[in-house]
């Protein structure tokens, strides 16, 4: 008969065996899911003082059409707390407080060079005082329970190595009654666009990230990861897995990219 405490144990040391036989995706590759966090990390340390730019070279603007959008839907109000996960360089954070008087900003992002560069343009903007930066892991947030009103991530989940358990821990902060938004990059609905979407994203953008921030892999593997995310119903079916109410997504130019929302009542 087996003790307790050697049961424990065992059970221990399956459950550590099977984590470190999990696998994961990094763009098109297959590699231990123990690695993906420091993969991610050193692609946006990479390009972290690049990546504004870049984003207005890649979507020729559009991406501000689309943060636009999503800030439309949220309707921010005055004295709201948001977190903002993957935050990087302030970019949601920014647009949410021009809206929301007397509201405060947590931006989180696993990368330091991100949040550095976020921090020098809320410096220069002026609002440093409304916004807090944290180093942190989407998957294990350091917030208590119910902690605020509205979460967000903007084209990051892709990059998390499990975009569920980030689902899971967004519902956790959230308030009774708060609010998650999701963007993020999607499948075009029509087979005749989408190959020529492909054709642009893997032939263009690795050589723009090159030219413009002196990195192809970097902006190759941000390409594929978005080959490699879910397609819209499924993603919506992984918010109302993690407890979302409400759940439904508009998409945006396309489906190129699409916003989710769900609510936690």
């Known amino acids: 008969m087996v003790s ?9 040391k399956y459950f550590m065996e099977d984590k470190a036989d999990n696998t994961t995706h990094f763009g098109f590759k297959t590699i231990p899911e123990a690695e993906k966090a420091d993969r991610v990390r050193d692609v946006f340390g990479s390009v972290a003082s690049k990546y504004d730019i870049m984003n207005d070279v890649m979507s020729v603007g559009i991406h ?69 930066w944290v180093v942190g892991d989407a998957m294990a947030l350091p917030f208590g329970d119910s902690s605020f009103d ?52 893997f032939n263009v953008i ?12 970097s902006y190759q593997y941000l390409v594929e990861s978005i080959r490699k995310f879910p397609d819209q119903e499924s993603f919506l079916g992984m918010l109302r897995k993690a407890g979302f109410s409400n759940a439904k997504y508009r998409n945006l130019t396309l489906g190129v990219a699409c916003l989710h929302s769900g609510w936690k009542i």
């Not at 307790?4 to 221990?12: G, P, Y």
């Not at 501000?64 to 709201?80: E, F, I, N, T, Y």
């Not at 998390?160 to 499948?187: D, I, W």
């Open 150 to 201: 509205v979460y967000t991530i903007s084209f990051g989940i892709r990059n998390v190595t499990r975009p569920q358990e980030a689902l899971n821990e967004a519902f956790r902060v959230l308030r009774p009654g708060g609010r998650l938004l999701v963007l993020e990059f999607s499948k075009i609905p029509n087979d005749m666009l989408q190959w020529v979407y492909d054709r642009y994203s």
């Open 64 to 132: 501000r059409v689309w943060k636009d959008a999503m800030m439309d839907w949220l309707a921010p109000r005055s004295g709201q707390l948001l977190l903002d996960v993957a935050g990087g360089t302030g970019d949601i954070a920014f647009r949410f407080l021009k809206r929301a008087s007397n509201a405060r900003v947590t931006v989180l992002d696993l990368t330091a060079e991100m949040l550095e560069a976020g921090r020098k343009r809320a410096d220069a903007a002026r609002i440093s005082n409304q916004l807090e």
């Open 206 to 217: 690795p050589l723009m990230g090159k030219l413009v921030a002196n990195d192809l892999n």
């Open 4 to 12: 307790n405490d050697s049961l424990k144990i065992k059970l221990e």
